[in-house]
């Protein structure tokens, strides 16, 4: 693996490839197939997806290895997407995805990215600076499902 990490904007083209990102990571944590398929819509990006949203792919010796997208809801702006190839957890490349994302959120003016995260990842957007505000549960074949509601405050530049 190379260890040089590029983070671009996402193309369209690149919508196939970002959704298998999706489905390993999500894979990794040995989540029942059916629950997988339960997720399809939610983990698959499509080039409209990638077209209508701030979406940012790492890629590292000409292969996408990680991507993240922000999006918009009333104002707010969300991480809706953070997912990293199993072969690249613990590399650092989450921390440099999230980091680049908090710019890109200060860059648009946001005062604060919410997140909806997969029980799993939250000790990691802990880990960054996120504050647990809450949480939704959903059900899924019959069992109660919680997942992390946070919020990560974003620093404005100081006014000189």
């Avoid at 080039?47 to 979406?55: D, I, K, L, T, W």
Wanted: aromatic share 10%; with cysteine; glycine share 10%.
């Amino acid at each position: 693996m190379s260890s040089r990490v590029d983070i671009l904007p996402a193309r369209p083209e690149d919508a196939d490839a970002l959704a298998c990102i999706a489905f390993a990571a999500k894979r990794y944590w040995g989540y029942p197939e059916s629950w997988i398929q339960h997720w399809r819509d939610s983990l698959t990006i499509t080039p409209e997806f990638v077209r209508n949203n701030g979406v940012y792919v790492a890629v590292s010796g000409g292969e996408p290895c990680a991507f993240y997208a922000l999006t918009s809801a009333g104002g707010e702006l969300e991480l809706e997407h953070l997912w990293v190839l199993p072969g690249w957890i613990g590399s650092g490349v989450g921390r440099l995805l999230f980091e680049h994302a908090m710019r890109e959120a200060a860059r648009r003016g946001a005062s604060a990215v919410a997140i909806e995260a997969d029980p799993n990842a939250e000790g990691f957007y802990l880990r960054m600076g996120a504050r647990r505000v809450g949480e939704n549960v959903y059900e899924i074949e019959g069992r109660k499902r919680k997942l992390p509601l946070l919020t990560v405050e974003i620093s404005k530049p100081a006014e000189r």
